[in-house]
Protein backbone atom coordinates (compact mmCIF):
# COMPACT_ATOMS: atom_id res chain seq x y z
CA UNK A 1 0.00 0.00 0.00
CA UNK A 2 0.97 3.51 -1.02
CA UNK A 3 1.93 5.98 2.21
CA UNK A 4 -1.27 8.46 2.60
CA UNK A 5 0.78 10.36 4.95
CA UNK A 6 2.08 13.09 2.27
CA UNK A 7 0.76 15.99 -0.37
CA UNK A 8 2.57 14.08 -2.88
CA UNK A 9 3.11 10.44 -4.39
CA UNK A 10 4.79 11.15 -7.74
CA UNK A 11 4.79 8.78 -10.57
CA UNK A 12 7.37 9.36 -13.54
CA UNK A 13 4.68 8.62 -16.56
CA UNK A 14 5.71 8.15 -20.12
CA UNK A 15 4.67 10.96 -21.83
CA UNK A 16 3.26 9.05 -24.67
CA UNK A 17 0.68 6.94 -22.02
CA UNK A 18 0.23 10.66 -21.08
CA UNK A 19 -1.13 11.97 -24.18
CA UNK A 20 -3.50 9.40 -25.35
CA UNK A 21 -7.08 9.60 -26.24
CA UNK A 22 -8.98 10.01 -23.14
CA UNK A 23 -11.87 7.81 -23.67
CA UNK A 24 -11.75 6.66 -19.96
CA UNK A 25 -13.89 8.06 -16.72
CA UNK A 26 -11.79 10.03 -14.25
CA UNK A 27 -12.12 7.17 -11.74
CA UNK A 28 -10.50 4.82 -14.51
CA UNK A 29 -7.48 7.20 -14.87
CA UNK A 30 -7.11 7.53 -11.53
CA UNK A 31 -6.99 3.95 -11.34
CA UNK A 32 -4.87 3.14 -13.71
CA UNK A 33 -2.14 5.77 -12.91
CA UNK A 34 -2.13 4.31 -9.27
CA UNK A 35 -2.06 0.59 -10.51
CA UNK A 36 1.11 2.03 -12.59
CA UNK A 37 2.52 3.17 -9.36
CA UNK A 38 1.90 -0.09 -7.70
CA UNK A 39 3.63 -1.87 -10.77
CA UNK A 40 6.55 0.89 -10.88
CA UNK A 41 7.54 -0.14 -7.03
CA UNK A 42 7.17 -4.12 -8.06
CA UNK A 43 9.85 -3.66 -11.09
CA UNK A 44 12.11 -1.80 -9.01
CA UNK A 45 12.48 -4.80 -6.95
CA UNK A 46 11.70 -7.33 -9.79
CA UNK A 47 12.80 -6.20 -12.95
CA UNK A 48 10.94 -9.70 -14.34
CA UNK A 49 7.93 -9.51 -12.93
CA UNK A 50 5.02 -9.56 -15.53
CA UNK A 51 1.59 -9.70 -12.96
CA UNK A 52 1.28 -7.09 -9.62
CA UNK A 53 -1.37 -7.07 -7.03
CA UNK A 54 -3.59 -4.27 -5.66
CA UNK A 55 -6.15 -4.97 -3.30
CA UNK A 56 -9.85 -3.31 -4.04
CA UNK A 57 -10.08 -1.93 -0.62
CA UNK A 58 -6.72 -0.14 -1.55
CA UNK A 59 -8.06 1.43 -4.63
CA UNK A 60 -11.22 2.30 -2.83
CA UNK A 61 -9.51 3.89 -0.01
CA UNK A 62 -7.46 6.05 -1.71
CA UNK A 63 -10.07 7.91 -3.92
CA UNK A 64 -12.76 7.49 -1.10
CA UNK A 65 -14.94 5.72 -2.82
CA UNK A 66 -16.22 3.78 0.21
CA UNK A 67 -14.82 -0.01 1.45
CA UNK A 68 -17.78 -1.86 -0.01
CA UNK A 69 -17.59 -0.27 -3.56
CA UNK A 70 -16.28 -3.71 -4.89
CA UNK A 71 -18.66 -4.22 -7.76
CA UNK A 72 -18.50 -0.73 -9.08
CA UNK A 73 -15.18 -0.88 -8.70
CA UNK A 74 -14.79 -4.66 -10.41
CA UNK A 75 -17.62 -2.99 -13.54
CA UNK A 76 -14.69 0.08 -14.24
CA UNK A 77 -11.52 -2.17 -14.34
CA UNK A 78 -13.51 -4.14 -16.53
CA UNK A 79 -13.88 -1.24 -19.24
CA UNK A 80 -10.14 0.06 -18.36
CA UNK A 81 -9.20 -3.46 -19.63
CA UNK A 82 -11.43 -3.60 -22.50
CA UNK A 83 -10.59 -0.17 -23.59
CA UNK A 84 -7.90 0.77 -26.16
CA UNK A 85 -6.07 3.98 -26.79
CA UNK A 86 -3.77 5.60 -29.37
CA UNK A 87 -1.23 7.05 -27.83
CA UNK A 88 1.75 9.36 -28.53
CA UNK A 89 -0.90 11.79 -29.93
CA UNK A 90 0.98 15.11 -29.78
CA UNK A 91 4.77 13.42 -30.69
CA UNK A 92 6.57 14.97 -28.01
CA UNK A 93 9.62 13.31 -29.01
CA UNK A 94 10.72 14.30 -32.07
CA UNK A 95 13.34 12.17 -32.51
CA UNK A 96 11.71 9.22 -32.53
CA UNK A 97 8.04 9.43 -34.00
CA UNK A 98 6.76 6.16 -32.74
CA UNK A 99 3.17 5.89 -32.37
CA UNK A 100 0.05 3.41 -31.82
CA UNK A 101 -2.29 1.83 -29.75
CA UNK A 102 -2.73 -0.24 -27.11
CA UNK A 103 -5.32 -1.89 -24.51
CA UNK A 104 -4.35 0.23 -21.52
CA UNK A 105 -4.24 -3.33 -19.45
CA UNK A 106 -3.93 -6.44 -20.45
CA UNK A 107 -5.93 -7.71 -17.92
CA UNK A 108 -7.02 -8.52 -14.58
CA UNK A 109 -8.53 -11.31 -12.16
CA UNK A 110 -10.84 -10.48 -9.21
CA UNK A 111 -10.20 -12.87 -5.96
CA UNK A 112 -11.86 -12.44 -2.97
CA UNK A 113 -10.81 -8.25 -2.98
CA UNK A 114 -7.55 -8.79 -4.46
CA UNK A 115 -6.92 -7.47 -8.04
CA UNK A 116 -4.04 -9.21 -10.32
CA UNK A 117 -2.97 -7.17 -13.50
CA UNK A 118 -0.65 -6.97 -15.95
CA UNK A 119 0.30 -4.41 -18.92
CA UNK A 120 0.62 -4.84 -22.91
CA UNK A 121 3.81 -5.26 -24.07
CA UNK A 122 4.11 -1.79 -25.50
CA UNK A 123 4.12 0.21 -22.01
CA UNK A 124 5.97 -2.67 -20.25
CA UNK A 125 9.23 -0.68 -20.98
CA UNK A 126 7.34 2.50 -20.36
CA UNK A 127 6.80 1.66 -16.81
CA UNK A 128 9.89 0.87 -15.74
CA UNK A 129 12.79 3.73 -17.46
CA UNK A 130 10.80 6.15 -19.22
CA UNK A 131 12.95 8.24 -20.56
CA UNK A 132 10.46 11.27 -21.32
CA UNK A 133 8.23 11.69 -18.86
CA UNK A 134 6.00 14.01 -16.69
CA UNK A 135 5.75 13.98 -12.81
CA UNK A 136 2.03 12.73 -11.71
CA UNK A 137 1.23 13.79 -8.43
CA UNK A 138 -1.31 10.87 -7.53
CA UNK A 139 -2.73 13.28 -4.34
CA UNK A 140 -3.12 16.04 -6.89
CA UNK A 141 -5.03 13.60 -9.53
CA UNK A 142 -7.06 12.55 -6.10
CA UNK A 143 -8.58 15.80 -5.77
CA UNK A 144 -9.76 16.39 -9.69
CA UNK A 145 -13.40 15.14 -10.32
CA UNK A 146 -13.45 16.02 -13.72
CA UNK A 147 -11.52 13.55 -16.55
CA UNK A 148 -10.73 16.32 -18.73
CA UNK A 149 -9.03 18.10 -15.68
CA UNK A 150 -7.07 15.20 -14.96
CA UNK A 151 -6.10 14.58 -18.40
CA UNK A 152 -5.18 18.72 -18.44
CA UNK A 153 -3.24 18.43 -15.39
CA UNK A 154 -1.16 15.13 -16.48
CA UNK A 155 -0.58 17.17 -20.21
CA UNK A 156 0.48 20.53 -18.10
CA UNK A 157 3.20 18.16 -15.84
CA UNK A 158 4.22 16.43 -19.38
CA UNK A 159 5.11 19.88 -20.38
CA UNK A 160 5.89 21.63 -17.27
CA UNK A 161 9.26 23.18 -18.55
CA UNK A 162 8.50 23.31 -21.55
CA UNK A 163 5.63 24.94 -23.88
CA UNK A 164 2.88 23.14 -24.57
CA UNK A 165 2.83 23.22 -28.22
CA UNK A 166 -0.43 25.20 -29.64
CA UNK A 167 -2.67 22.09 -31.22
CA UNK A 168 -5.61 22.44 -33.81
CA UNK A 169 -9.06 21.44 -32.16
CA UNK A 170 -9.73 18.44 -33.29
CA UNK A 171 -6.20 16.90 -31.80
CA UNK A 172 -7.19 18.68 -28.42
CA UNK A 173 -10.71 16.97 -29.00
CA UNK A 174 -9.24 13.68 -29.06
CA UNK A 175 -6.61 13.94 -26.41
CA UNK A 176 -9.51 14.91 -24.19
CA UNK A 177 -11.89 12.05 -25.29
CA UNK A 178 -14.23 14.42 -26.63
CA UNK A 179 -16.46 12.11 -28.86
CA UNK A 180 -17.19 12.77 -32.61
CA UNK A 181 -20.35 14.95 -32.93
CA UNK A 182 -19.93 15.81 -28.96
CA UNK A 183 -19.91 19.57 -28.46
CA UNK A 184 -19.39 20.41 -31.77
CA UNK A 185 -19.69 24.35 -31.28
CA UNK A 186 -16.34 25.88 -30.02
CA UNK A 187 -17.86 27.26 -27.73
CA UNK A 188 -19.96 24.75 -25.94
CA UNK A 189 -16.42 22.90 -26.46
CA UNK A 190 -14.96 25.58 -23.99
CA UNK A 191 -17.82 25.69 -21.61
CA UNK A 192 -18.04 22.12 -21.33
CA UNK A 193 -14.62 21.46 -21.40
CA UNK A 194 -11.78 23.84 -21.61
CA UNK A 195 -13.32 26.03 -18.43
CA UNK A 196 -14.05 22.90 -16.42
CA UNK A 197 -10.59 21.75 -16.77
CA UNK A 198 -9.09 25.12 -16.39
CA UNK A 199 -10.81 26.20 -13.06
CA UNK A 200 -10.67 22.71 -11.56
CA UNK A 201 -7.04 22.77 -12.11
CA UNK A 202 -5.87 26.30 -10.61
CA UNK A 203 -8.60 25.91 -7.93
CA UNK A 204 -6.30 23.25 -6.23
CA UNK A 205 -4.50 24.12 -3.53
CA UNK A 206 -1.89 21.12 -3.85
CA UNK A 207 -1.24 21.25 -7.79
CA UNK A 208 1.92 23.93 -8.10
CA UNK A 209 1.06 25.70 -11.29
CA UNK A 210 -2.21 27.43 -12.75
CA UNK A 211 -3.62 27.31 -16.72
CA UNK A 212 -4.61 29.50 -18.66
CA UNK A 213 -5.26 29.54 -22.58
CA UNK A 214 -5.57 31.17 -25.88
CA UNK A 215 -7.85 30.54 -29.33
CA UNK A 216 -6.89 31.42 -32.44
CA UNK A 217 -8.92 31.47 -35.44
CA UNK A 218 -8.27 30.52 -39.07
CA UNK A 219 -10.19 32.97 -41.08
CA UNK A 220 -13.24 33.06 -38.74
CA UNK A 221 -13.29 29.78 -37.40
CA UNK A 222 -11.59 29.34 -34.23
CA UNK A 223 -9.51 26.01 -35.55
CA UNK A 224 -6.21 26.15 -32.59
CA UNK A 225 -6.29 26.16 -28.90
CA UNK A 226 -3.18 27.05 -27.11
CA UNK A 227 -2.46 26.64 -23.03
CA UNK A 228 0.36 28.25 -20.78
CA UNK A 229 1.42 27.03 -17.65
CA UNK A 230 2.29 29.33 -15.22
CA UNK A 231 4.10 28.03 -12.00
CA UNK A 232 3.02 28.96 -8.43
CA UNK A 233 5.88 30.37 -6.37
CA UNK A 234 4.82 29.53 -3.21
CA UNK A 235 1.67 26.83 -3.15
CA UNK A 236 1.14 27.10 0.73
CA UNK A 237 0.55 30.96 0.13
CA UNK A 238 -1.39 30.26 -2.94
CA UNK A 239 -3.75 27.61 -0.28
CA UNK A 240 -3.96 30.55 2.04
CA UNK A 241 -5.74 32.63 -0.49
CA UNK A 242 -8.13 30.63 -1.54
CA UNK A 243 -9.29 30.21 1.70
CA UNK A 244 -9.29 34.01 2.10
CA UNK A 245 -11.57 34.07 -1.06
CA UNK A 246 -13.89 32.06 -0.06
CA UNK A 247 -13.77 33.19 3.55
CA UNK A 248 -14.62 36.66 1.72
CA UNK A 249 -17.03 35.10 -0.53
CA UNK A 250 -19.47 33.52 2.43
CA UNK A 251 -19.29 36.93 4.20
CA UNK A 252 -20.93 38.80 1.08
CA UNK A 253 -23.00 35.87 0.53
CA UNK A 254 -24.63 36.45 3.88
CA UNK A 255 -24.80 39.95 3.80
CA UNK A 256 -26.60 40.14 0.37
CA UNK A 257 -28.60 37.44 0.44
CA UNK A 258 -31.80 38.16 -1.02
CA UNK A 259 -30.39 41.64 -2.20
CA UNK A 260 -28.75 43.24 -5.10
CA UNK A 261 -25.19 42.78 -5.20
CA UNK A 262 -23.54 44.58 -8.35
CA UNK A 263 -24.62 45.61 -11.94
CA UNK A 264 -21.87 47.34 -14.62
CA UNK A 265 -19.32 45.28 -14.82
CA UNK A 266 -18.20 46.37 -18.64
CA UNK A 267 -14.85 44.15 -17.76
CA UNK A 268 -16.60 41.23 -18.16
CA UNK A 269 -18.21 42.30 -21.33
CA UNK A 270 -21.66 42.01 -19.81
CA UNK A 271 -23.05 44.70 -22.86
CA UNK A 272 -26.61 44.71 -21.65
CA UNK A 273 -28.54 46.35 -18.36
CA UNK A 274 -27.32 43.25 -15.76
CA UNK A 275 -28.07 43.45 -12.15
CA UNK A 276 -26.46 40.53 -9.96
CA UNK A 277 -28.33 39.46 -6.84
CA UNK A 278 -27.74 36.66 -4.30
CA UNK A 279 -31.31 34.40 -4.11
CA UNK A 280 -32.45 33.28 -0.89
CA UNK A 281 -30.08 29.69 -1.49
CA UNK A 282 -26.80 31.81 -1.55
CA UNK A 283 -26.52 31.43 -5.72
CA UNK A 284 -25.24 34.00 -7.80
CA UNK A 285 -27.87 35.18 -10.31
CA UNK A 286 -28.33 38.03 -12.84
CA UNK A 287 -31.48 40.02 -14.00
CA UNK A 288 -31.75 41.28 -17.63
CA UNK A 289 -34.47 43.79 -17.97
CA UNK A 290 -36.49 41.78 -15.68
CA UNK A 291 -35.41 38.34 -16.55
CA UNK A 292 -34.05 36.62 -13.52
CA UNK A 293 -31.78 33.50 -13.98
CA UNK A 294 -29.33 31.64 -11.90
CA UNK A 295 -25.76 31.49 -13.28
CA UNK A 296 -23.54 28.40 -14.34
CA UNK A 297 -21.21 28.00 -11.60
CA UNK A 298 -18.29 28.68 -14.16
CA UNK A 299 -19.75 31.95 -14.84
CA UNK A 300 -20.36 32.84 -11.62
CA UNK A 301 -17.08 31.74 -10.07
CA UNK A 302 -15.83 34.40 -13.11
CA UNK A 303 -17.33 36.88 -10.89
CA UNK A 304 -16.76 36.22 -7.76
CA UNK A 305 -12.90 36.04 -8.36
CA UNK A 306 -13.64 39.10 -10.21
CA UNK A 307 -15.61 40.88 -7.50
CA UNK A 308 -13.16 39.58 -5.13
CA UNK A 309 -9.84 41.67 -6.57
CA UNK A 310 -12.51 44.65 -7.30
CA UNK A 311 -14.28 44.95 -4.26
CA UNK A 312 -15.09 48.69 -4.88
CA UNK A 313 -17.32 46.90 -7.82
CA UNK A 314 -19.65 45.47 -5.67
CA UNK A 315 -22.23 48.16 -4.72
CA UNK A 316 -24.97 48.54 -7.05
CA UNK A 317 -24.16 52.38 -8.95
CA UNK A 318 -26.84 53.85 -11.01
CA UNK A 319 -25.88 54.13 -14.88
CA UNK A 320 -26.58 57.30 -16.68
CA UNK A 321 -27.77 56.82 -20.23
CA UNK A 322 -24.32 57.66 -22.22
CA UNK A 323 -23.07 54.36 -19.92
CA UNK A 324 -25.83 52.47 -21.22
CA UNK A 325 -25.30 53.54 -24.56
CA UNK A 326 -21.58 52.73 -24.00
CA UNK A 327 -22.48 49.50 -22.41
CA UNK A 328 -24.79 48.06 -24.93
CA UNK A 329 -24.39 49.45 -28.60
CA UNK A 330 -20.38 50.55 -28.38
CA UNK A 331 -18.59 47.82 -31.60
CA UNK A 332 -21.96 47.30 -32.76
CA UNK A 333 -21.57 46.78 -36.54
CA UNK A 334 -23.94 49.04 -38.95
CA UNK A 335 -24.32 47.93 -42.62
CA UNK A 336 -24.81 50.81 -44.92
CA UNK A 337 -26.93 49.66 -48.82
CA UNK A 338 -26.65 51.49 -51.49
CA UNK A 339 -28.98 49.93 -54.73
CA UNK A 340 -28.38 51.87 -57.86
CA UNK A 341 -31.07 51.83 -60.81
CA UNK A 342 -29.44 48.78 -62.28
CA UNK A 343 -29.76 46.59 -59.31
CA UNK A 344 -26.56 46.73 -58.26
CA UNK A 345 -25.84 46.99 -54.12
CA UNK A 346 -23.41 48.35 -52.46
CA UNK A 347 -22.69 47.50 -48.96
CA UNK A 348 -20.53 49.62 -46.21
CA UNK A 349 -19.73 47.82 -42.88
CA UNK A 350 -18.92 50.48 -40.13
CA UNK A 351 -18.73 50.22 -36.29
CA UNK A 352 -19.99 51.91 -33.45
CA UNK A 353 -17.07 53.31 -31.82
CA UNK A 354 -18.17 55.76 -29.13
CA UNK A 355 -20.91 58.09 -27.86
CA UNK A 356 -21.00 61.79 -26.64
CA UNK A 357 -23.21 63.65 -24.59
CA UNK A 358 -24.63 67.19 -25.55
CA UNK A 359 -27.62 68.63 -23.75
CA UNK A 360 -29.23 65.30 -23.23
CA UNK A 361 -28.40 64.34 -27.26
CA UNK A 362 -25.94 62.50 -28.55
CA UNK A 363 -23.56 62.02 -31.28
CA UNK A 364 -21.88 58.99 -32.51
CA UNK A 365 -18.34 58.33 -33.62
CA UNK A 366 -18.32 55.31 -36.36
CA UNK A 367 -15.09 53.74 -37.92
CA UNK A 368 -14.70 52.77 -41.46
CA UNK A 369 -13.24 49.57 -42.53
CA UNK A 370 -9.98 51.12 -43.18
CA UNK A 371 -9.59 52.12 -39.67
CA UNK A 372 -10.64 55.95 -40.30
CA UNK A 373 -13.09 56.91 -37.74
CA UNK A 374 -15.50 60.40 -37.94
CA UNK A 375 -18.29 61.84 -36.12
CA UNK A 376 -21.60 61.99 -37.14
CA UNK A 377 -22.90 65.59 -37.89
CA UNK A 378 -26.33 64.93 -36.29
CA UNK A 379 -27.14 64.38 -32.96
CA UNK A 380 -29.85 61.63 -31.87
CA UNK A 381 -31.82 61.52 -28.50
CA UNK A 382 -31.24 58.41 -26.08
CA UNK A 383 -34.76 56.80 -27.54
CA UNK A 384 -33.86 57.57 -31.44
CA UNK A 385 -30.53 55.32 -31.05
CA UNK A 386 -32.68 52.48 -28.90
CA UNK A 387 -35.19 52.38 -31.60
CA UNK A 388 -32.41 52.67 -34.34
CA UNK A 389 -33.38 49.55 -36.76
CA UNK A 390 -29.20 48.87 -37.72
CA UNK A 391 -28.30 48.27 -34.70
CA UNK A 392 -28.21 44.41 -34.09
Known amino acids: ?41 SLIKN ?12 LLNFFDMGKENHSYLKKEL ?15 NKKYKKWGSFHLIAGFEYDNGMIKYSFPHQIEEMILNPKIFGKINLVAIKGLRSRYSIAMYELAEDYLNAQIPKMELAKFRELMGVKDGQYPNSKDLRKRVVDVAVEEINRSEIIAFSLSYELEKTGRKITHIKFIVHKKENTEQTGEK ?48 GNRKILEKEEAFEIWEFLFKNPHKIEVVPLTK ?18 TALGGRVVTVLELKEFKEENERFFIEIEQEDGTCFWTQKSFSFDEILGMGFVE
Request: charged share 30%; with cysteine.
Open 322 to 339: LDILRKDFRRKKIEQITT
Open 47 to 58: QSAKSFYVTAEE
Open 1 to 41: MLSMNTNEIIIDKHSSSIQISNKISALQRKSYNYMLKIAKN
Open 242 to 289: QKNFYRWKNLIVKRYKEQPLCNNLIELKYFKWTLFFIDKNGFLGKDVD
Open 78 to 92: TILSETKVVYNILEK
